[in-house]
């Protein structure tokens, strides 16, 4: 018995270092003629297939459109995952998710508003799901580093924000 289960790991450990693939990953293009007018999408949809017999959705890479709420004049500042910037566990933000790259704190929105810094990261898209010091004002914007160091360099900017809905 245990002869067999080492064999088993050893052809496993070699097929998976090997590189040999045991499933076929394949994407498709279906054409989805359906429901083209009410959803506004292309008319191909991407699909992955596995094996040939089943196919799953692959997320769209252009990410769901936004349209701008409103603009908002803000500063912008940065922190990071230290004890002395951040309460209880510095890795939680107040939303009760880990801390990641897009992450930013206000006291003003509510949790999961998405919004973005055009003059300053272009088209990426910020969620609000961290809160700051009381002491800070309604119209600042607090984005995470993964660094102290890189939190500092950032500093602080004047700029504005759009405030998305999708």
Do not use: H
């Not at 083209?36 to 196919?55: F, H, K, P, V, Y």
């Not at 910037?85 to 006291?107: K, L, Q, S």
């Amino acid at each position: 018995m245990k002869r067999q289960k080492f064999l088993i790991f050893l052809l496993s450990a070699i097929i998976l270092m090997s590189g040999i693939s045991i499933f076929r990953f394949e994407t498709l293009k279906i054409e989805a003629d359906f429901n083209l007018q009410e959803s506004g999408r292309n008319s191909a949809e991407t699909l992955s297939s596995i094996q040939g017999n089943s196919l799953l959705p692959i997320s769209d890479p252009a990410g769901p459109e936004y349209k701008v709420a409103r603009r908002i004049s803000v500063v912008v500042t940065a922190y990071s995952s230290t004890l002395w910037e951040t309460d209880d566990d510095p890795y939680i933000t107040a939303a009760g998710t880990w801390v990641r790259d897009g992450i930013v704190a206000n006291n003003y929105f509510p949790f999961k508003t998405k919004i973005r810094i055009p003059e300053l990261y272009g088209d990426k898209v910020f969620v609000v799901e961290d809160r700051m010091s009381r002491k800070k004002g309604n119209y600042q914007i607090d984005i995470w580093f993964p660094s102290y160091s890189e939190a500092k360099e950032f500093g602080a900017k004047k700029t504005y924000i759009e405030v998305l809905e999708s």
